[in-house]
């Protein structure tokens, strides 16, 4: 059985910088796929970044291009998400998800969710 745990939200002023961590464990992490969502108050859950487990291949979201940063760690089973520069819009509760092929950008193509982590980015 497939788990993510995420990990590493929190506060943080505009301007500053978080790392959220996702460790899966029950999966051959070498073929997998995971993508970071995010879901605001109010807001539909949208994709942040992702990346191919297998080749290290990424895609980001247009609003986080140049500020996040998508990278595995395979030998630990995890995907981290460096997020520097926030902003109070990058506010949100974040989702690592996984699927057993390519990256994608809808969350219905997600198999498997993590529990969320609370981002807060005060101005």
């Known amino acids: 059985q497939v788990q993510l745990v995420e990990s590493g939200g929190g506060l943080v002023q505009a301007g500053g910088s978080l790392r959220l961590s996702c460790t899966a464990s029950?999966?051959?992490?070498?073929?997998?796929?995971v993508g970071w969502f995010r879901q605001a108050p109010g807001k539909e859950r949208e994709f942040v970044a992702g990346?191919?487990?297998?080749?290290?291949?990424?895609d980001y979201a247009d609003s986080v291009k140049g500020r996040f940063t998508i990278f595995r760690a395979n030998a630990q089973r995890m995907v981290n998400l460096q997020m520097n520069s926030l902003k109070p819009e990058d506010t949100a509760v974040y989702y690592c998800?996984?699927?057993?092929?390519?990256?994608?950008?809808?969350?219905?193509?997600?198999?498997?969710w993590g529990q969320g982590t609370q981002v807060t980015v005060s101005s």
């Open positions: 990346i191919s487990m297998n080749n290290g291949v990424t």
């Open positions: 029950g999966v051959p992490f070498s073929v997998y796929s």
């Open positions: 998800a996984g699927r057993w092929s390519i990256i994608a950008r809808r969350s219905d193509m997600y198999s498997t």
